[in-house]
């Protein structure tokens, strides 16, 4: 199975970098970051070089090794994912997601999972341009995983089951 993340207005350096050492580990084609996501590839010289040094400490080296590329345009980049066949699938609560132990995959299909900002999630405008959202179940009494656990959870299960 092809999966290709998609990081949007993720606030936290270290939560990109874990989720960059994550997605290596579980064989992640290419990572887009967008929104305020810390990114190596925007930003002026100076401030490139202290991001990609604070990434590293999370990623270990795993930013060297997974594609990546920092997107402008969050909407166009679902548009043009979609036009080359992924599935675009959003990891978030919401009333019509799906539990991630019950979603169906299929082997054949490219997915381009959707991970949104720590606190609020996906915005409404991006989980509208999803085809399917999935979340991941809470029994404790806290909403949510911090978005790079919850990116670990989702992989484990897109490719291990």
């Known amino acids: 199975m092809e999966i290709t993340l998609v990081l949007h207005d993720i606030r936290s350096i ?14 992640v084609k290419k990572i887009y970051l967008s929104g305020y996501t810390p990114s190596p590839d925007n930003g002026l010289p100076h401030v490139r070089k202290k ?8 990623a270990l ?3 060297k090794l997974v594609s990546n590329e ?9 548009d043009d994912l979609r036009k080359s066949g992924y599935k675009i699938v959003g990891l978030e609560q919401d009333e019509r997601s799906i539990k991630l132990s019950d979603y169906k995959i299929d082997k054949n299909v490219k997915i381009a999972l959707l991970l949104g900002e ?3 999630g996906i915005t409404t405008e991006l989980r509208d341009k999803c085809d399917e959202l999935v979340e991941i179940p809470m029994f404790g009494k806290k909403e949510s995983f911090n978005v ?7 992989l484990y299960e897109l490719t291990l089951r």
């Open 51 to 58: 991001i990609a040094d604070r990434l590293h400490k999370t």
């Open 70 to 78: 920092y997107v402008n345009d969050i909407f166009v980049l679902i």
């Open 118 to 120: 720590e606190v609020k």
């Open 14 to 27: 270290h939560n990109v970098g874990s989720i960059f050492r994550t997605a290596e580990g579980f064989g």
């Open 148 to 154: 790079a656990v919850a990116t670990g959870i989702a």
């Open 61 to 63: 080296g795993a930013e």
